[in-house]
């Protein structure tokens, strides 16, 4: 058994809140979910360099949001491939159109 699970993305909102609530001793977090979309109650704290922040995610007190700011990851993923890439032009291509991948490609 796990002491933490943690979902990437926040089709797993539902499924980690139902599970969370049968399994108390277990940690769950769930990746780019927020106060906002996930409840009504508001963040809790915010990690010291400000580039991830947990939040309360609803579901118990085992569950916690976790978002980073997208557009910073990008826009170091962007130095990165410039520096690389010998013809010096770079492509995203980034799945599924919704507000993390949105500003993670225009980082």
Same mark, same amino acid.
């Given at each position: 058994?796990?002491?933490?699970?943690?979902?990437?993305g926040?089709?797993?909102t539902a499924?980690?809140?139902?599970?969370?609530?049968?399994?108390?001793?277990?940690?769950?977090g769930i990746?780019?979910?927020?106060?906002e979309?996930?409840s009504?109650r +508001?963040?809790v704290? $915010?990690?010291?360099? #400000? @580039?991830c922040q947990?939040?309360d995610? *609803?579901?118990?007190?085992?569950?916690?949001? +976790?978002?980073?700011? $997208?557009?910073?990851a #990008? @826009?170091?993923?962007?130095?990165i491939? *410039?520096?690389?890439?010998?013809?010096?032009?770079?492509?995203?291509?980034?799945?599924v159109?919704?507000?993390?991948?949105?500003?993670y490609a225009n980082?």
């Open positions: 058994m796990s002491d933490m699970v943690i979902g990437f926040f089709e797993w499924s980690i809140r139902d599970v969370s609530t049968c399994h108390n001793s277990i940690e769950f990746i780019d979910v927020t106060a979309v996930s009504d +508001v963040m704290g $915010e990690a010291p360099t #400000g @580039f947990m939040q995610a *609803g579901g118990g007190d085992n569950v916690a949001g +976790v978002t980073f700011k $997208e557009d910073e #990008g @826009f170091l993923a962007g130095i491939g *410039g520096y690389v890439s010998v013809s010096k032009k770079l492509h995203v291509v980034a799945g159109e919704n507000p993390p991948v949105v500003k980082g």
